[in-house]
């Protein structure tokens, strides 16, 4: 089923005859952001421009950078995760288009991805499930199940390093806010951007001691349907485990 779907996507993507975009038809843009339940828990996350890391020269970082799936019984403090947050979605600024910059790469700068995060081991936060408010750098606890943590873990194909990560991000789709620019082609635009956002997590996780897992061997129906989305409007895209290395 999968299979024929990306074969579906692509076969689209390349047809000459495809649809006018929303956007060329004077349709309203989506919003740049998921919105926030009015009784949702905001959590203030410390600044970007506070939080002090370690320098790293670039190429060591790459030269160093590689998977990791075994992760030390460390806490992250909320600073580190604050850091990897603005790394891999952080708004740099908003235009007047409007469009968000951010801290990495979109196709025409749609973002068309939202940050949940299964939270394991990290300081000030209660282990479970949250998602990420790039506009003001914020986290809104979500409702999840009791055994959220053992259910991702098995929606991934039992892969243990996510229940045993400090914390595993979850990039979600917003489909709609790049195809109402790019129709069927913003599919593959989609897969490209989450491809950029998953290499900064790599590269800032080796500034702060940590390692990560991308993770793409996972149920996409169960994936979903434990982060309570519809799978077709919301989906996830690319997920990854992260942690401390060990000493």
Not at 220 to 245: E, M, P
């Amino acid at each position: 089923m999968e299979e024929n779907i990306g074969n579906q996507f692509l076969e689209m993507s390349k047809s000459k005859n495809m649809p006018p975009s929303a956007q060329s038809q004077g349709l309203p843009q989506p919003p740049l952001e998921l919105s926030v339940p009015a009784d949702a828990e905001l959590i203030d996350l410390p600044s970007p421009s506070q939080i002090k890391v370690p320098s790293v020269d670039l190429r060591q970082a790459i030269e160093k950078r590689e998977t990791l799936r075994a992760y030390a019984e460390t806490n992250l403090s909320l600073e580190e995760l604050s850091y990897l947050l603005w790394a891999t979605q952080g708004v740099k600024m908003v235009t007047d288009r409007p469009v968000t910059k951010r801290t990495v790469p979109s196709a025409g700068s749609r973002h068309a991805f939202e940050t949940w995060l299964l939270v394991n081991r990290v300081d000030g936060l209660q282990p479970g499930l949250y998602r990420y408010v790039a506009l003001t750098h914020r986290l809104i606890r979500m409702p999840a199940i009791q055994a959220i943590r053992q259910t991702l873990t098995d929606a991934c194909s039992h892969q243990k390093h996510v229940f045993e990560s400090a914390v595993t991000f979850f990039w979600v789709t917003v489909a709609e806010r790049m195809t109402w620019r790019y129709p069927a082609r913003g599919y593959r635009y989609l897969f490209l951007d989450a491809g950029h956002v998953c290499q900064n997590l790599y590269l800032t996780a080796e500034q702060i001691g940590c390692g990560v897992c991308a993770i793409a061997a996972y149920d996409d129906d169960l994936v979903n349907q434990a982060l309570q989305l519809d799978g077709k409007k919301l989906f996830t895209i690319y997920i990854a485990s992260l942690g401390k290395r060990a000493k």
